[in-house]
């Protein structure tokens, strides 16, 4: 079973995702995150143990699936969704439910089994989010396609299963209930303002400075205002796009080196802390909007809490974003 | 520094508390749970360990602050929020914020050190259940609250710092946007078709009983049609009532019941899992909505996962809930 389920209060759609073989409880035993380069399916010669390469980085004389990639990008091997069929809206008694399509890819961010985004070199980080670039370009072609999520989980704590540096893609057939809250709240904004409030918190970060990180001509590191955990770390590009897919190459050199730069200055402050990060952009057949501005939430998870956070949406912070900022800033 | 921030973008609130003494990664270092009665503060004979108690059920024959109670309701140690002083909302250049005014307190559940509700007398458990009435009946007339959030963590990995069991009250001056967006969405329907939702919803699954776990002639707990988490569960009365407050004497003997039939439940199914659970109730000075119905939602934290979801409002859940609803109603 792979379907997508609407809360009939909230409006949120949940993924439920299946193997009918198994026992329930065998479910919920996640695997241990697999530690070594020999038995990685993400290290150069186990190219066979991954389902068949979508696309990769690669020098011509080199065959798919087969090592000299530097970027790879597969089919999730336990996808969520599967990417083959129609997207069918029906009635389940009062509920609401949407076939399981969409697609659901890895992208291997290196042939280096165990370093961070810091510690590759910067044409590497570049091609990480050029691959990105790519990667939703070719998707958006599927009409079925509402929304493409991409995002990265590194460490166990933060979700991950493989320590191989990787990031996931998930393109599916609605908008996630986050987005469709921003884009609603940016809306408003926009309405009364007619500016576009993400273009309106850069300004005020750069004027201000206390929350700033680090920045460059193109983008703005800062500890949002209301943060929900501490050193969390929002990229912001200076001019103003909805749609990620228009990076300017420029640009993506001036994302790579602040992503670097962020996350070095993580790995120092917290000691190689578990992060998450989530690429926020326009849904893609939105347009060109002029009130959603694209960015990059980045998430380390520090404490040990979960569930509470999970179930209500809401946030108690013990680090006020202007000592997180400062603390990052001055390390 | 304790204040509520609001997320320009979203009107999501978040608690920023911190100490200031501290430097910034210290505050980032949960402590571990705390497993010895000999230091437990919860435990009979350390109350001096723990702030002054508010109110508690104990024999008239016993003072405050000394053993013999078996429910004890006190201040938090390390309070989110503080109790004294006004509610002042202000600007913070283009952003918002509201004063950290709020009563953050601890109900500890009962003088065993280290018993899940299913282990305890029901007695002990209906009284879990009127200390909340008792408590939220009397934070309810200070006029600068507007929501109270009632919630239980348990085990390290559902957010508790200390295994003795208890529950946590959290009043605020404003709705957590959960809670908001479920009114949202429970007016609209009921717009609609002049129904309670929530309403429609415990007939449905008494109609289809395939996500139903358990009923009795109060409540009924079922695994959500959307459920967020493999053996996510929901306990409705069935009686139309948007206030907890307003709950029946005989009620409380069934709420104890059922949630006693449903930890035991978890707990053979899952093996202790660690675990969540949260009071949806009406915000304060709502009066007696038509289309709003308190339940609790008890969600335990099963896989390793962490940050994604955190972020994005995306879930992903490998078990169908007809699947966990079958595999507890047979155990």
Redesign the interface.
């Known amino acids: 079973?792979r379907e997508f389920?609407?809360?009939?209060?909230?409006?949120?759609?949940?993924?439920?995702?299946?193997e009918r073989a198994r026992?329930?409880?065998a479910?919920?035993k996640?695997e241990r995150e697999i530690d070594s380069p020999d038995t990685c399916p993400f290290c150069w010669g186990n190219e066979k143990f991954t389902p068949p390469e979508i696309v990769a980085y690669r020098p011509s004389s080199t065959k798919k699936d087969t090592p000299g990639w530097w970027i790879r990008v597969i089919p999730n091997k336990y996808p969520?969704l599967r990417v083959e069929g129609n997207v069918v809206k029906s009635a389940?008694?009062?509920?609401d439910k949407i076939t399981g399509i969409g697609a659901h890819e890895v992208i291997i961010e290196t042939q280096h089994h165990n370093k961070d985004i810091y510690e590759l070199d910067q044409r590497n980080v570049e091609d990480i989010f050029k691959m990105y670039k790519d990667r939703v370009t070719d998707l958006k072609r599927d009409i079925r396609f509402e929304y493409i999520?991409i995002?990265k989980?590194c460490g166990?704590?933060?979700?991950a299963t493989l320590s191989h540096p990787h990031s996931q893609l998930i393109a599916m057939p609605m908008i996630?209930?986050?987005i469709k809250?921003?884009i609603t709240?940016?809306k408003f904004?926009f309405e009364h303002k007619e500016r576009c409030?993400?273009c309106?918190?850069v300004s005020?970060e750069l004027t201000?400075t206390v929350r700033v990180v680090v920045e460059n001509d193109d983008f703005i590191a800062i500890c949002?205002?209301?943060?929900?955990?501490?050193?969390e770390i929002w990229v912001l590009p200076k001019r103003h796009d909805p749609m990620y897919e228009d990076i300017h190459d420029n640009e993506i050199r001036n994302l790579a080196s602040i992503m670097q730069v962020v996350n070095k200055k993580l790995n120092l402050?917290?000691e190689n802390p578990?992060?998450?990060y989530?690429l926020h952009t326009s849904p893609l057949k939105d347009g060109n909007l002029q009130y959603y501005h694209w960015h990059i939430?980045i998430?380390p998870?520090?404490?040990?809490?979960?569930?509470?956070?999970?179930?209500?949406?809401?946030?108690?912070?013990?680090?006020?974003?202007e000592?997180?900022a400062?603390?990052l800033r001055e390390i």
């Open positions: 079973m389920r609407r809360d009939p209060i909230i409006g949120r759609w949940v993924i439920i995702s299946s026992r329930p409880y479910f919920v996640y969520a389940d008694g009062i509920y999520l995002f989980n166990t704590k933060a979700g996630p209930v986050i809250q921003e709240g940016a904004y409030i993400y309106d918190i005020e201000r949002p205002y209301a943060s929900r955990f501490p050193f402050a917290l578990p992060y998450n989530l939430e998430m998870q520090l404490s040990g809490v979960g569930g509470f956070e999970w179930g209500t949406g809401f946030y108690i912070n013990p680090v006020p974003p000592e997180a400062k603390f």
